[in-house]
């Protein structure tokens, strides 16, 4: 029974009273969230899954698709996060583009019975819960029908220890991820939910209040402090490491080291907006040493016009492509935007020249895929530069699962037609007066990878044909 109508009006004015303290809060809370622009998730997927798909049973491999990368032995890269971050309430919600498309066992007509695709990966975390969502198409194995479903809720994120408090980035690092039930199906069954899939890795740049990436620039003019990102090539990078070469890599003259790509800083130079043209030039020099092989690249300039750009460097060495203003790669600046007071282009694919092919001694050939180019030039005084890619900072959260294994194959099969590598690791390197063939790696890599393909356990098992 309710109390007489004198006795709930101080219960009344009361209520009133706390909703009108509780709305500034929620207001406030909601105008905390700021913009996510940039930014990359790696993901393995599950190395077990790798193993088996280029392994004797199914054959296969897979191809990277709208800008995907690797990065390592053992993850893809995902890249251009975009979404909302609230420090104060440790909410994170960001959508990252690119795809893998995974094939195995080929049929006579050409077709896959494993024909799978993981794409537009998304990561949403609140009340200290994460969630990996995917696009993901794959086939019925028992009908062979493709399906396409949008945002699976695929894998949940284990975020104990983590703390979203930074107010400038957003990086994780290992973070454990488990199968989900909807997962299970999205995934054609061949794992149950609860399956420990490969941890995951996230960073997302956070653009300053206020800014939402409309900062007001002049159409056209100078700019100072520029910096152009490229990884060269993976495969090239691993086999200047690798047993065939026994060599390194050196950085000099303010050039930086992202771990999948590397950094050529204090860019200046002369842009239009309304024509869409650019041109700069930038600091740093790398330098590639190793067995029959020593290739530097410095002088690096990037310019864009119609739509295309190139990048050239001043060619230095023992091979027969040196001289000054190569041009190494040209690469798609369609996407060529003003954000945040930044012009932008962001894991454009790259095609190397006839100059390029050259200079890497002929290893690769004109129109080889090439790591993709990012750019970045600030247009104002307040505009901050990318950060450097990082899989989180020092303290963030203990690693709470080993990472994957790098004993999974890093070589594609030849159906990949991305820049990840070709379809055997014979890398014929040397940028010298002849081409020497790399058979010890070739021999190294082909027996680390018939090790790694092995029957996987029966608690970690994968339902092939």
Known sequence: MLPPRPARAPVVALLATLLAALLPTAAAQAADGREVSGGRLDWGVKSSFRSYLTGPMAQGGWELQDGAATEGDSQF????????YDAGRGAFEAAYQGGVRFTGHKKPDGSYALDLVFSAPAVRIADGKGTLYLDVTSKAKNTNKATTTSQVPFASLDLTG?????D???ALADVPATLTTDGEKAFAGFYKAGAALDPVALS???LAPGTSGSAKVPPQGEFTGAAV???VRRTFREYVTGPASE???KLSDGAQDGGALFRFPQGKGTYDMEAKTLDASFAGTLRFTGKHLDLA???????VKDGKGTLTADVTGNGRGTGKDVPLVTFDASGLTEKGGLTVVKEAPAKLTAEGAKAFGGVYQEGADMDPVSLAVPLDGKAALPPLPE???AGDRASASPAPSSAAPAVVSSSSSSSSGSSFPVLPVTVGGTAVLALAGAAFLWIRKRRTVSAVGASDSVSGE
């Open 77 to 84: 890269r995902f890249h251009s996060a975009k979404g909302t």
């Open 162 to 166: 983590v703390h979203l408090r930074d």
């Open 168 to 170: 400038d980035a957003v």
């Open 204 to 206: 997302a740049d956070v």
């Open 229 to 231: 990102d490229w990884g």
């Open 247 to 249: 060599g390194s890599w």
């Open 297 to 303: 690249f410095g002088g690096v300039k990037a310019a």
């Open 391 to 393: 899989r989180g900072k």
